[in-house]
């Protein structure tokens, strides 16, 4: 009988807290064969959830006592509560072949000196967003640390190109140890010509649709004062939880304009409808690693239009093909100009839109991830 091999994820915010990183590793943790992987996630307890829980053919284990900021994240003291609790408990219980970070930056640092302790092999997850993007990690004393601890018997998935550039300029790492594999998506349509066959009529305002926490950092800002400056002929449709920027949030629950429609937190279902409605998808984001919600889009047939930034360009631009709309630096009047063109010449960019869902079966889809997952899981036990 084939042995599995165990892998334990050290995230420190998992579902049913919503972050991105803990929506693309549950997207993961479905692709993977339960066949051939034992799978296990330590994150951070919270009350009302439960200390041990199992999931979906995979196992969750909540740590730590709890410690939760006003916006259900984990405040300082709840960090170092969790930090010192994963490490005990990878300690003291070592039936892993890998530890898999998703994401390495100071919380995860007594977890890393513990894997050198016990001579396991470390994954990590590298992305552009927190303390475990490279550039920030060389900035820091104890990121300077951590990634002299990451340079021998780690690996790292790195989830676009620009963030494998900066991790050849930011640290010591050997490319040989780095694996360039995007997050993953599910594709509900096998072709492009069904999902437009699923999309069907769209309303007679234009509807574009932003999904993610309401925020600055995700451009906010940007798209309340393109639709009430502007006053846009066309729906704004956006869903997400509220952020921590009370300035964002006065202004959503004071929006008065009947363009602006304001959905909250929806379920996975309710979200894809949102996309099967929309005609674009609109994402001003100043700062992302890869952001599940471009790839959702993409697999949906939805035109992009987005802020150039790191984890998003990799997959819009390339390859001499245009898979969206790129706006440079989210400049005001480009974004003025681009959707004010698109409503006047009622420009659907279908063309873009089709090889956008193309490259996401090619390298994102379930079958794509899964098989480069593998193979990366392997190697990494064999060395």
């Known amino acids: 009988m084939k042995t599995k091999i165990n892998i334990r994820y050290f995230v420190g915010h998992y579902q049913p807290i919503y972050t991105g990183a803990g929506k693309s590793l549950e997207k993961l943790l479905f692709a993977l064969d339960k066949n051939e992987f034992n799978l296990e996630i330590i994150t951070a307890y919270k009350k009302g959830l439960k200390r041990r829980e199992q999931k979906d053919g995979y196992t969750i284990r909540r740590l730590g006592n709890g410690f939760f900021n006003d916006f259900g994240y984990l405040n300082t003291f709840g960090k170092i509560d969790f930090s010192i609790a994963a490490a005990f408990y990878n300690l003291f219980n070592r039936k892993y072949d890998i530890l898999k970070f998703i994401g390495v930056g100071q919380v995860a640092f007594f977890s890393v000196l513990v894997a050198k302790l016990l001579r396991k092999p470390i994954i990590n997850k590298t992305t552009a967003v927190g303390d475990d993007d490279p550039k920030k990690l060389s900035q820091s004393f104890i990121g300077r640390i951590l990634i002299k601890l990451l340079n021998k018997n780690t690996s790292h998935w790195v989830i676009s190109q620009e963030i494998y550039t900066n991790s050849i300029k930011y640290t010591n790492w050997k490319p040989e140890n780095l694996y360039l594999i995007t997050n993953v998506v599910k594709v509900p349509f096998n072709n492009y010509e069904l999902l437009l066959e699923q999309r069907g009529k769209t309303n007679e305002l234009k509807n574009f649709l932003f999904v993610g926490v309401l925020n600055k950092r995700k451009g906010l800002h940007i798209l309340i004062k393109l639709w009430n400056e ?43 409808i949102q996309y099967l409605k929309a005609n674009y998808f609109i994402f001003p984001s100043n700062r992302e690693g890869l952001p599940n919600v471009v790839l959702e889009s993409m697999s949906l047939g939805l035109p992009i239009i987005a802020n150039n930034i790191e984890g998003v360009t990799d997959f819009l631009l390339g390859n001499n093909e245009e898979r969206g709309i790129v706006i440079k630096n989210n400049n005001f009047d480009i974004w003025k100009n681009t959707i004010a063109n698109i409503i006047n010449q009622d420009k659907e960019l279908t063309s873009q839109a089709e090889n956008a869902f193309n490259w996401v079966i090619k390298n994102s889809s379930y079958q794509a991830v899964s098989k480069q997952m593998k193979n990366m899981y392997q190697q990494v036990v064999k060395k």
């Open 230 to 272: 502007l006053k846009i002929n066309a729906t704004l449709t956006l869903c997400g939880p509220f952020g921590q920027d009370e300035d964002i949030n006065q202004l959503l629950k004071q929006n008065k304009n009947n363009n602006i429609k304001i959905l909250g937190e929806l379920n996975k279902n309710e979200i894809r």
